[in-house]
């Protein structure tokens, strides 16, 4: 069954506005009966602005008195909502990876140099002056840019890249040399390894802190030390 555009806004506006149940509205919405509830007690997470279905023609007068009228009637939807439609434009990157863009595009422009900027920016999903300030070192952040592979990164997947690299290979006329895969390998166990010591650092500041704030210093064991029964045992 078609729900609304909104359903949790409509359910907010079918509650202020209508004398229909609660089970009616979360039939009509798609929604379970206790979330049609915490709108009614004001007492949902977010604070929801009623979005009116009549308004946007998913539903008439008449649909809704019809309702009113009988408890067990189910409301029909008058009129499906339109469904959206992404647009071109450059890929959409989670706030947490934007930061990482920069050395993604540094290690294309360095490994695929017969990517376009065209074709970088829609693997990476960011804009030709960027690439351009890197391919030219001009960028505001350069000194800290560090060549990373992009599907490590989880910035593209290895297939779009595989993809992209063999055909900016045929534009220029050769085939597409065979991947360098121990080169690969060897950025991403470098990458793995980098995070790794991060947070194992990470861990050991927050061990230390933790020290700190008990008044207790683990002493270290001379690495040459023989094990004994009491540095095996003592908790």
């Known amino acids: 069954m078609a729900q609304p ?23 009509f919405c798609g929604l379970h009966i206790l979330e049609v509830q915490a709108i009614a007690d004001d007492t949902a997470a977010t604070k929801l602005t009623g979005r009116d279905p ?5 539903l008439t007068p008449e649909e809704i008195e019809r309702g009113q009228a009988d408890p067990d009637y189910r409301l029909q939807m008058q009129k499906e909502p339109d469904q959206a439609m992404r647009t071109r ?30 074709q970088i920016g829609r693997l990476i999903g960011t804009t030709r ?19 990373k592979d992009p599907v490590t990164l989880g910035l593209t997947s290895q297939r779009e ?27 991403r166990e470098a990458l793995i390894e980098e995070l790794r010591a991060e947070r194992e650092a990470a861990a050991r500041e927050a061990e230390a802190a933790l020290a700190a704030e008990s008044g207790e210093a683990a002493p270290e064991a001379p690495a040459d030390a023989e094990p004994n029964a009491e540095t095996l045992f003592k908790s």
């Open 89 to 118: 434009g450059p890929r959409y990157t989670p706030v947490s990876k934007r930061q990482d863009k920069p050395d993604g595009v540094a290690w294309l422009i360095r490994n695929h140099p017969d990517l376009s900027d065209g």
């Open 5 to 27: 555009l909104m359903p949790h806004a409509t359910a907010s506006w079918l509650v202020d506005n209508t004398s229909l149940t609660f089970v009616q509205i979360a039939a």
């Open 54 to 58: 009549l308004r946007s023609g998913e």
């Open 161 to 187: 890249l595989d993809a992209a690299v063999a055909k900016a290979a045929k534009a220029a006329g050769h085939e597409a040399a065979p991947q360098d895969s121990a080169g690969m390998a060897r950025d």
């Open 129 to 147: 002056t960027t690439i351009q300030a890197i391919r030219e070192r001009s960028h505001w952040n350069i000194a800290n840019i560090q060549p």
